[in-house]
């Protein structure tokens, strides 16, 4: 893993993109999301934003890029799925991601566990590395910063029930966060856009991610049918 001022240093003012694909997708595959993060490394990208422990295993093999990890899974009991649990971390950790990416949300984790809490027990148990705080909220940002996370991102404004319906990209958002915290903030969530994507860097913050956007061919597809059909 890079030293901390250097995972900050090569990201700040770039692109991170975001390779990722679930079960039920057509690029589900390590290998896929090996060559996905190098086509994005040999396209300018400064870092990576990848799931699952197999995914970054086989992501470090092909880019020497930083590389946000996070695990996703899926809980009945709670609404936290990004790095929803002690061992999610823990797994994480033996795939060697430069940052660790969790839910920080005021949303309770599985079997009831409460963000502080829980990032607290995280935070003690490796205090060496640098977890990012996946946010929907001005608030929840702010609070993240105050418990201790090195930096926060706007990933999951849109995707909570306070924030369901939110116009995409958050820059305004993106703006607030930036201004008050002194820690990096990630612009992160429905960038679809060039443009939208110097919006979100020029609002102060940190780096931005893309996704969708990028390595999702099947949503890409559907975006244009979708643009094809409106005309008939």
């Known amino acids: ?6 995972v900050f240093k090569r990201i700040k003012g770039g692109l991170i993109v975001s390779c990722q694909a679930l ?4 690029l589900y595959s390590s290998y896929i999301m090996s060559r996905m993060a190098y086509a994005a490394q040999l396209g300018g990208a400064c870092g990576i934003r990848a799931n699952t422990p197999e995914d970054i295993t086989e992501i470090k093999k092909a880019v020497n890029l930083p590389v946000i990890g996070l695990y996703k899974q899926e809980y009945p009991d709670s609404e936290v799925y990004i790095t929803p649990t002690e ?11 430069d940052i660790i990416a969790i839910d920080a949300t005021n949303r309770a ?10 990032f607290n027990k995280i935070r ?4 060496d590395m640098l977890f990012m705080g996946d946010c929907s909220t001005y608030e929840d940002a702010v609070h993240a ?5 090195d930096l926060v991102g706007t990933t999951l404004c849109g995707y909570t029930g306070e924030t369901k319906g939110t116009k995409l990209p958050n820059i305004q958002l993106m703006k607030e966060i930036a201004m008050h ?7 992160e969530g429905g960038i679809w ?24 061919p099947m949503n890409i597809t559907k975006r244009f049918v979708e643009a094809i059909n409106t005309e008939k």
Do not use: C
Request: hydrophobic share 40%; glycine share 8%.
């Open 1 to 6: 893993m890079m030293k901390n001022n250097e």
């Open 23 to 26: 079960r039920s997708e057509p």
């Open 87 to 97: 061992e999610a971390v823990d797994a994480l950790m033996e795939s060697g991601p």
């Open 109 to 118: 984790r599985p079997n009831g566990v409460g963000l502080d809490e829980f």
């Open 124 to 127: 003690n148990k490796y205090p």
């Open 145 to 149: 910063a105050r418990i201790g996370f």
């Open 181 to 187: 915290l002194s820690i990096p903030v990630i612009a």
């Open 193 to 216: 856009t060039p443009e939208q994507l110097t919006a979100a860097l020029k609002s102060g913050v940190h780096a931005a991610v893309v996704g969708t956007a990028i390595t999702r």
